[in-house]
């Protein structure tokens, strides 16, 4: 699956703070990644409509297992209502059968350095796990 580029589906307004969140997914098995691969077009397209995203990306490395989200929200309460609605919330509880490994780091930016590079969410994910 090629990388889902960053997608704007609400504009924040210039002078904004917005709420970040880089996940990084890795699965047991091969056919764990099937499985993610295949839910993740519908979880972006659920994204790109939900209530104060204002950005979103997906980077997916099948063969590796290994899958890197971004995202960028109005604030932390527009994230969690996201990620307990449906389809979300019952794919990512399907999901923690087969996963391997999750990390998350979440942070702040302006508005204006939208949208965000994946060397810099790459960057906080590895630190992220080097803290744990």
Partial sequence: MPDIPWSTPTPADPGAEVYVMASRFET???????????????????????????GVALR???????????????????????????PHRTSARAASAYMKESVFTYWTVPAAELPLTWAEAERRLAEQEANR
């Fill in 28 to 54: 047991a098995t091969l056919t764990g990644a099937l499985r993610f691969f295949l839910k993740a077009p519908g979880i972006i397209r659920q994204m790109r409509k939900a209530p104060g995203a204002h």
């Fill in 60 to 86: 997916a490395r099948v063969l590796s297992r290994t899958f890197l989200t971004l995202s960028a929200w109005e604030d932390r309460d527009a994230l969690y209502r996201f990620a307990r609605s449906e």
